[in-house]
């Protein structure tokens, strides 16, 4: 059982930055895929990028590539979202999510089938 808490959430003007952060608890992570969900107004839940224990390169979604970077630091339990050029459109609620690898991360990101999910942090992207 893991406990996920993210934060870092902000009102941010278009074309700003933010780092998500999401510390996580419970077990080592050694073994551990971690991804950031969104749910924006209006829409499902979207996989926005994960990042697998193992030797995959990370998956992002479209409409973030070039824009976002995720990372792990296992050693501090703790997984980052770095958010850059945000636009309007990325305003919405971002969650952490992450569960005991056996697919790939693209397959996490594009299911949602994650085991542990976070609260929640609020973005909110507006002039």
């Known amino acids: 059982q893991l406990q996920l808490v993210e934060s870092g959430g902000d009102l941010v003007q278009p074309g700003g930055s933010l780092r998500l952060s999401c510390v996580i608890s419970?077990?080592?992570?050694?073994?551990?895929?971690i991804g950031w969900f969104r749910q924006v107004p209006g829409k499902e839940r979207e996989g926005v990028s994960c990042?697998?224990?193992?030797?995959?390169?990370?998956y992002y979604a479209d409409f973030v590539k070039g824009r976002f970077t995720i990372s792990r630091d296992n050693a501090k339990n703790t997984a980052y979202l770095q958010m850059d050029n945000l636009e309007p459109a990325d305003t919405g609620v971002y969650f952490c999510?992450?569960?005991?690898?056996?697919?790939?991360?693209?397959?996490?990101?594009?299911?949602?089938?994650?085991?542990?999910w976070g609260q929640g942090t609020q973005v909110t992207v507006s002039s």
């Open positions: 990042i697998s224990s193992t030797y995959y390169d990370p």
């Open positions: 999510a992450a569960v005991d690898t056996q697919y790939g991360p693209t397959y996490y990101c594009q299911s949602g089938r994650l085991d542990w």
């Open positions: 419970g077990n080592t992570l050694d073994y551990t895929t």
